[in-house]
Antibody
Framework: EVQLVESGGGLVQPGGSLRLSCAASGFTFSSYNMNWVRQAPGKGLEWVSYIRSSSSTIYYADSVKGRFTISRDNAKNSLYLQMNSLRAEDTAVYYC??????????WGQGTLVTVSS | SYVLTQPPSVSVAPGQTARITCGGNNVGSKSVHWYQQKPGQAPVLVVYDDSDRPSGIPERFSGSNSGNTATLTISRVEAGDEADYYCQVWDSSSDHPGVFGGGTKLTVL
């Protein structure tokens, strides 16, 4: 069974940093492209970032470009999102999602990031 | 960047058919995917590549895509179908290819 478990969320002050992790199991992690998708409270889904299986290609949404860094460790079956210079508008539930042919096939349960003083 | 437009809400009586639209410039040339999200839960893929269903998704869920509009159709709507629905495309020509519609709240009357 495919499992994606996010961790690392919490309360952080504006301008602070946080590193999210996503532990994958039940499939060959190194064979799949991965994404981060977020959802602000009461709002819709927003795609955040993509990383190819080999880490050779990375994309970011304009809203996070230059502040967030996606990475992965295929040996540890883990996906990461380093978030710097956090703003109030980054407050959201962050989901990791396994990609397949342009869609998000499996999702984790999400981790809540709250940016507030 | 590419934009997908959904109606904020759709209401339907039990047993009837719900149609949720997703508009975009020449969206018919792209593959559209649909997700269902219930309160407090992660999204679930219900239709991919315009009209295919993942295993475990009832046949009542179907999709179509042509011209500037993609449509998710839910037949014989049940109370358990009440949820938010999101369309999504992957815009391969863009540096920020992940695109979601704004979401549609389906209310079962």
């Amino acid at each position: 069974e495919v499992q994606l478990v996010e961790s690392g969320g919490g309360l952080v002050q504006p301008g602070g940093s946080l590193r999210l992790s996503c532990a994958a199991s039940g499939f060959t992690f190194s064979s799949y492209n991965m994404n981060w998708v977020r959802q602000a409270p009461g709002k819709g889904l927003e795609w955040v970032s993509y990383i190819r299986s080999s880490s050779s290609t990375i994309y970011y949404a304009d809203s996070v470009k230059g502040r967030f860094t996606i990475s992965r460790d295929n040996a540890k079956n883990s996906l990461y999102l380093q978030m710097n210079s956090l703003r109030a508008e980054d407050t959201a539930v962050y989901y990791c999602a396994r990609a397949y042919s342009g869609y998000f096939q499996h999702w984790g349960q999400g981790t809540l990031v709250t940016v507030s003083s | 960047s590419y934009v997908l437009t959904q109606p904020p809400s759709v209401s339907v009586a039990p047993g009837q058919t719900a149609r949720i639209t997703c508009g975009g410039n020449n969206v018919g040339s792209k593959s559209v995917h649909w997700y269902q999200q219930k309160p407090g839960q992660a999204p679930v893929l219900v239709v991919y590549d315009d009209s295919d269903r993942p295993s475990g998704i009832p046949e009542r869920f179907s999709g179509s895509n042509s011209g500037n509009t993609a449509t998710l159709t839910i037949s014989r709507v049940e109370a358990g179908d009440e949820a938010d629905y999101y369309c999504q495309v992957w815009d391969s020509s863009s540096d920020h290819p992940g695109v979601f519609g704004g979401g549609t709240k389906l209310t079962v009357l």
